[in-house]
Each structure stands twice: as structure tokens, then as C-alpha cells.
């Protein structure tokens, strides 16, 4: 009987009893219904213990997911690299149309010439790498080989050259001039893989900027309420705008460091000045690698065309210095106020989209930063993201 029940029982025997017996009857009667049962233990302990076993599922199951999605990335790199990097490509040109189409020109005929434009300089650098870089890759093995005499020479002045002496310098020639052939096969193998993903990355560029602002349009439609459209909408332009204005600066900056390599080979006597001006342009977009590159290649080619090993040396210490200059004072200063990343987070994203894509995977590894954090800043419940990308 429940408890509603009884308390009936025991007011109704109150009122009939007179005021001396009602006490007693209500404690017999009282004593005659079963008291309400207790709940059972392992109920009450149940709900914390069933707690803990899904937050223990939810460990395993986020980790698999995760090595899931690192699979498919992996796997699905002839399908998005390209994506992405049209992707990118589209959000950098946009300005550029923008202006165009401003000018009364269709976005298909603005996109077109846009794409035509950097398909044709890129044409004409190709064509004035490809000779001089098939020069210095057949003086791969010597350059190889001077490096590793070099080296030898140095330890035999401490008395230790016995431990690293080749047995004969027929053996390392072989062996470096293998080694060179096999470099170029690689390097070769892998510009045509690249060149095709950036070619499919053009065509999407070109669809992308054609389109316009349809598939911003289609999420204005999409999103119910007005608040989230404008959100949407702010969160579009500013990544469009960071971008474009990020890459716009690093250029700025690559073409001057250019021109500062330049000068500096020329004033060594390396041949080709103009040469690896252009190259240390185009590596410097990628950032620590393509310095780090850069180094190397300058230093093997003071060892190879230079008058001395001190001469290599000293160019290669000036060129540290430039870069040190332009990485650690005007870089931050042009693109610091836009591009306000972690530094420990933009090495780890190189290495992973590096070890993930290859030369695609470097080049959008700090894009992908930005659009996450201008993303993260305008979201309600990502500001712990914003916070952990941020520089400070």
C-alpha cells in the first residue's frame, strides 16, 4: 500500500476514535501496513560505475578514430592534396578576381585569366630552373665527394681521419656518383607526381574562383538562424582576407630574399647568380625547411664552384645571417600582427603534413593553421583552440 494510502488509514481512524484510544489505533493499524522498501545498494552504486566504464570506452574509441582519419588522409592523398591545395590556391586569387569582376568582367572570364596568368609565370621560371638545375645535379657526385674529403681532411687534423678514411677514393667516387644518379631518378619521379596534383589543384582553383560565392550562398540558405549566418559570413571573409594577405607578404619577403642571394652569390663568384636567387624564393615559402634547405644547397655549391672550403663556409654563414635577419626581424614584423601562430605548432604541422603529403603536404601545413585559428576565434566553444595555436 503506498504511502498516500496510509496516511488516510491513520487520519480516518483519528477522527472515528475518541482522543484517548486514537493514539493506540493508529499505532496498531500503523504496525499492520508494510513499510515503504529501501532502495538496494548496488542500485544506487550502479550510475557511478556505469560513469566510469563509458568514459574508459571513450579513450579507445576516440583513439581509434583518430589512426582511422590518419589512414585516410594517407590514403586519400591523390584525392585531397589536390583539393586542398585548389582550395588554398582559390582563397589566395580571390582578391585579385574580386577586383576584376569589380571591373564589370564575368567570374568565369576573370578566373580564366587569373589561372592563364599564373600558368604562364609559372611556365617561364620553369623554364629558367630546369637547364641550371640539371647542371648542378650532375655535379651532385662531386659535390658529395668534396664534402666528404672535406670532412676527412678536418678529423685526420685531430688524429682521428683513420676512423672515417675511405679504403680508396675509386670506391667513395663510385659510390657518390650511384648515389647521385639515384637522386635525380627520385627527384624526377617525384616532380611528375607533384606536377600532376598541381595541375588537378589548378583546375579545382579555377572552378572554385568561377563559382564565386555560390557555396557561401548555399550556407546562408542552409543555416537557420541569422546570427549563425553572420557568423558564417564573418568567419568567410576574415579567412579569406588572412590568407591572401599572408601569402601576399611572404612573397614580398621571399622576393627580397631573393634578390639578397642574389647579390651575395654574385659577390662569391658562384655562377648562376640568378639561379639560386629563385630558389631560395620559391624553398623560403616553407618555413624553417626551406631555410634549412637552402643552406645546404648554397653550401655544396660554394664547395663545388668556390675558390676554397673557408670561401663555402663563409657563404654559407652569410646566408644564416640573412636568413636570421629576415626570419627573426622582418618577418615578424610584416606577418606577425596576421599570422600570430605557435612556433612549436607550426614545426610539428610541417613535420606531420611533410610525413602525410610530401612537398603538397608542406606547402598548405601553415595555411591549414591560419584557417583553423581565424576559424577558432570566431566560434563560440573553440576559444581552448584559439588559446593553444595562439603565440601567446
Not at 639561379?275 to 634547405?293: E, M, Q, R, S
Request: net charge neutral.
Amino acid at each position: 500500500m503506498s504511502d498516500p494510502v496510509n496516511a488516510g488509514m491513520l487520519a480516518a481512524v483519528a477522527v472515528a476514535t475518541p482522543l484517548g484510544e486514537s493514539a493506540g489505533a493508529a499505532e496498531a493499524i500503523a504496525a499492520t501496513v508494510p513499510a515503504a522498501p529501501a532502495p538496494a545498494p548496488a542500485a544506487v552504486s550502479s550510475a557511478p560505475h556505469a560513469a566510469e566504464r563509458e568514459s574508459t570506452l571513450q579513450v579507445p574509441i576516440i583513439g581509434m578514430f583518430v589512426l582511422l582519419l590518419i589512414a585516410a588522409i594517407y590514403l586519400g592523398r591523390p584525392v585531397l592534396m589536390p583539393v586542398m591545395l585548389g582550395a588554398i590556391l582559390a582563397l589566395v586569387l580571390s582578391p585579385v578576381v574580386g577586383r576584376l569582376t569589380m571591373l564589370r568582367m564575368p567570374e568565369p572570364v576573370a578566373a580564366a585569366v587569373v589561372m592563364a596568368t599564373l600558368v604562364a609565370a609559372i611556365v617561364v621560371i620553369g623554364e629558367l630552373l630546369v637547364v641550371p638545375a640539371r647542371e648542378v645535379l650532375s655535379e651532385v657526385p662531386t659535390q658529395v665527394q668534396s664534402l666528404f674529403n672535406l670532412m676527412v681532411d678536418w678529423l685526420r687534423s685531430f688524429r682521428l681521419g683513420a676512423w672515417v678514411a675511405p679504403k680508396g677514393n675509386v670506391q667513395l667516387s663510385e659510390h657518390a656518383a650511384a648515389q647521385g644518379v639515384s637522386i635525380g631518378a627520385v627527384l624526377l619521379r617525384t616532380a611528375q607526381s607533384f606536377l600532376v596534383s598541381a595541375v588537378s589543384a589548378g583546375l579545382v582553383a579555377y572552378f572554385l574562383l568561377a563559382s564565386g560565392d555560390l557555396f557561401l550562398v548555399k550556407l546562408m540558405r542552409v543555416l537557420p538562424r541569422v546570427r549563425d549566418k553572420v557568423r558564417a559570413v564573418t568567419v568567410v571573409r576574415t579567412v579569406q582576407q588572412e590568407v591572401a594577405r599572408y601569402f601576399a607578404s611572404v612573397a614580398i619577403i621571399n622576393i627580397c630574399l631573393g634578390i639578397a642571394t642574389t647579390l651575395l652569390t654574385w659577390a662569391f663568384g658562384l655562377p648562376m647568380p640568378w639561379f639560386w636567387g629563385i630558389l631560395v624564393a620559391f624553398l623560403n615559402f616553407v618555413p624553417y625547411v626551406g631555410a634549412t634547405i637552402s643552406t645546404v644547397l648554397l653550401l655544396l655549391a660554394a664547395l663545388t664552384f668556390g675558390e676554397s672550403a673557408g670561401t663555402a663556409f663563409l657563404l654559407a654563414a652569410c646566408f644564416v645571417g640573412v636568413t636570421f635577419i629576415e626570419g627573426q626581424i622582418i618577418n615578424p614584423v610584416v606577418v606577425g600582427n596576421r599570422l600570430e601562430l605557435n612556433h612549436p605548432v607550426v614545426f610539428v604541422s610541417l613535420l606531420f603534413w611533410g610525413w602525410m603529403w610530401g612537398i603538397g603536404g608542406l606547402l598548405i601545413a601553415v595555411p591549414l593553421l591560419i584557417v583553423a585559428k581565424k576559424f577558432a576565434d570566431h566560434t563560440p566553444g573553440w576559444e581552448a583552440i584559439a588559446e593553444f595555436l595562439a603565440r601567446r
